[in-house]
């Protein structure tokens, strides 16, 4: 191993300074160690630089068998400058939820990607996976086993089916959070495992869930179905706390903007006049919040963390839709759903879920993303669909122009119409 070639790579070496952790040393590190496929990708990427081009192959089809998705293969199309990345497939590995680990399974993994792979990663895919980034072919079943029968980890998704969902650190750490995130998480990820393995569907389908409205998963522009924590009752106030703030024995914001100074903290112009509904006010030395007209947008509590908490009564509100532009431009999820009880085994939410899909897999076009067939086909025709009665909520205003469509069993006499009739009133 220890016969190493290193190329001459001036301007990747130039991302070595600086103050912000190097790729570019942290794999030369790893190349001067023994992996010729470390110090071969610098080189292919110095190529890339000098040529303000790629060097990797279109497309690759690899895989295991049983699955038709997992891997991403890849191959330089400058192999004789680079041998050791001629094949240089990605492998996706199901994060656990919320990307908790103990040292022994990383440990593991490493020991296993040292021995198959190059010994590079990305922690983690935009997705979610675990990236284990570049190996050939001959080993992906090898991987495989190792990963099933020594990590009890599983591949991640790719290809036109449901991908890995991931979701945002939940209760393990955040007192926002009105769902258990990890276990919805691995709840969908399980009950739906032939769909994450198999591609069934007409596109890609994500599902991400976050704890409340901050969103940390960024599920309302990530997903094709977003399930985001919110709660139905009031705000739990603090007062004692809340003059804590006021008399600055509290940070605001937990001291998220202490690096400048804004000034003492002012609850009415940092908290009151910015609750975008305007329903908060102060009654004396009380806090009051008219719940009936807080949209739940975590202002107020994102500044007063130690005074104001969501409610008690608790679920999700379902959002679908969300895609990146190809084709017909991008979209963040529209409401669904406005409030879903989330308790296990989380069944309402997966009838629903199963009637998108029954509709999508039958009327989507090929590579149509869920987000595009309500574009095409109507939300109407998706509350149908799902079964989901039309209430103002779903709407940020109502249509503008007056092209209304009717069915016929809604309009008296229905469309069959004589001409003859209409002429015996209305002479031509
Ligand atoms: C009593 C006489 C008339 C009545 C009650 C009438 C009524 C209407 C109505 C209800 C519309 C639809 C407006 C909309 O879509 O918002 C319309 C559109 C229109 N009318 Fe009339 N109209 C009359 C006479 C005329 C005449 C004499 C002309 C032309 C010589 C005319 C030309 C048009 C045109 C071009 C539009 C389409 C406008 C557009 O699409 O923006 N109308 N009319
Ligand atoms: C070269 C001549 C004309 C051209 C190029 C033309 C073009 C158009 C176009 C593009 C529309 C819009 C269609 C749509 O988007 O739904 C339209 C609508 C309309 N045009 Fe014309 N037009 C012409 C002549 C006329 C004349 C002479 C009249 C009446 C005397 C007329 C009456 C109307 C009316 C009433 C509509 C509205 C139809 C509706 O809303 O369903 N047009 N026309
Ligand atoms: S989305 Fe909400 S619950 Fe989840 S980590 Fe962020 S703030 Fe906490
Ligand atoms: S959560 Fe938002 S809308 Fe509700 S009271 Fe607080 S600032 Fe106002």
Not at 31 to 41: A, H, R, T
Not at 106 to 126: A, E, I, P
Request: aromatic share 10%; net charge negative; proline share 5%.
């Amino acid at each position: 191993m220890a016969d190493v070639k290193k190329h001459n790579t001036p301007m990747v070496d130039e991302l070595k300074g600086g103050s912000w952790p190097s790729f570019v040393d942290d794999i030369e590190q790893k190349g001067l160690k023994g992996k010729q496929e470390c110090l071969d990708l610098l080189g292919q990427l110095e190529l890339s630089y000098e040529h303000k081009e790629t060097h990797w192959k279109h497309g690759g089809i690899v895989g295991v068998f049983g699955y038709g998705g997992g891997v991403i293969g890849r191959y330089s199309d400058v192999p004789e400058k680079f041998p050791s990345i001629a094949h240089f497939h990605t492998i996706r590995l199901n994060q656990p939820s919320s990307k908790f680990y103990n040292s022994d399974f990383l440990r593991k993994m490493c020991d296993m990607w040292d021995h198959r792979g190059s010994g590079m990663t990305n922690l983690h895919g935009s997705t979610g996976d675990i990236v284990l980034l570049g190996t050939k072919t001959d080993e992906l079943e090898p991987i495989f086993y190792d990963c099933t029968h020594q990590l009890g980890a599983d591949l991640g998704g790719s290809g036109s089916n449901l991908r890995t969902p991931s979701c945002c650190v939940g209760k393990a750490r955040c007192e926002y959070s009105c769902l258990d995130t990890q276990d919805i998480c691995n709840d969908l990820t399980q009950t739906y495992q032939d769909e994450l393995h198999r591609p069934a569907f007409p596109y890609k389908f994500k599902f991400k869930v976050s704890g409340c409205p901050n969103d940390c998963v960024a599920a309302i522009a990530r997903s094709d179905c977003a399930i985001i924590g919110t709660w139905k009752d009031d705000i739990r106030i603090d007062q004692a706390a809340v003059q804590a703030y006021i008399g600055g024995e509290l940070k605001p914001n937990a001291g998220a903007h202490s690096d400048r100074d804004w000034g003492p903290f002012d609850i009415q112009k940092e908290v009151i006049d910015l609750c975008p509904t305007n329903c908060m006010w102060m009654e004396g030395k009380e806090l009051k919040i008219d719940n009936r007209e807080c949209t739940r947008c975590m202002h107020c509590i994102n500044v007063m963390p130690a005074a104001l908490r969501p409610g008690v009564e608790t679920g999700a509100t379902i959002l679908v839709g969300a895609k990146a532009p190809i084709l017909e431009g991008a979209q963040l999820a529209t409401l669904a759903i406005p409030f879903i009880r989330m308790e296990s085994p989380y069944d309402e939410l997966k009838d629903f879920v199963e009637k998108v899909w029954d509709w999508w897999m039958e009327e989507g076009k090929n590579r149509e993303r869920f987000g595009e067939l309500i574009q095409r086909q109507s939300i109407q025709e998706f509350l149908r669909r799902t079964g989901l009665k039309p209430i103002p909520q779903m709407v940020k205003e109502p249509r503008s122009n007056p092209y209304v469509f009717w069915s016929a069993d809604e309009v008296e006499g229905g469309w069959e119409r004589d001409v003859k009739a209409f002429r015996a009133r209305h002479a031509a």
